[in-house]
């Protein structure tokens, strides 16, 4: 059983970095894609970043030119480096991955507030 763990979440003042981290307990090489999904407060869960198996990123117009997501496959870790964050940033961070099935992460808390 894959397990996804998030971490690096926080309070931020507005215009303020984050970097989100994803740990996988197995190869991340195993999964067709990986990303990040946000469900901010009476809000459905939305895609903000997807990394697939052979590098290509895909973003929500909401945060492309602001965030990044990566990985380390060597450390079997995604990330999501955000800039520039803003109050509607705010949100709880999944993290994501999708082979045979989705496996999702606990979550981590983001507040962008000054």
């Known amino acids: 059983q894959v397990q996804l763990v998030e971490s690096g979440g926080g309070l931020v003042q507005p215009g303020g970095s984050l970097r989100l981290s994803c740990a996988a307990s197995g190869s991340i090489s195993s999964f067709n894609t990986m990303g990040w999904y946000r469900q901010a407060p009476g809000k459905q869960r939305e895609s903000v970043a997807v990394?697939?198996?052979?590098?290509?990123?895909s973003y929500a117009d909401s945060v492309r030119g602001r965030f990044t997501i990566s990985r380390d496959i060597a450390k079997n870790t995604v990330y999501l480096q955000m800039n520039s964050l803003k109050p509607e940033d705010t949100a709880v961070y999944y993290c994501?991955?999708?082979?045979?099935?989705?496996?999702w992460g606990q979550g981590t808390q983001v507040t962008v507030s000054s």
């Open positions: 994501k991955g999708s082979a045979w099935r989705d496996y």
């Open positions: 990394i697939t198996r052979g590098g290509i990123t």
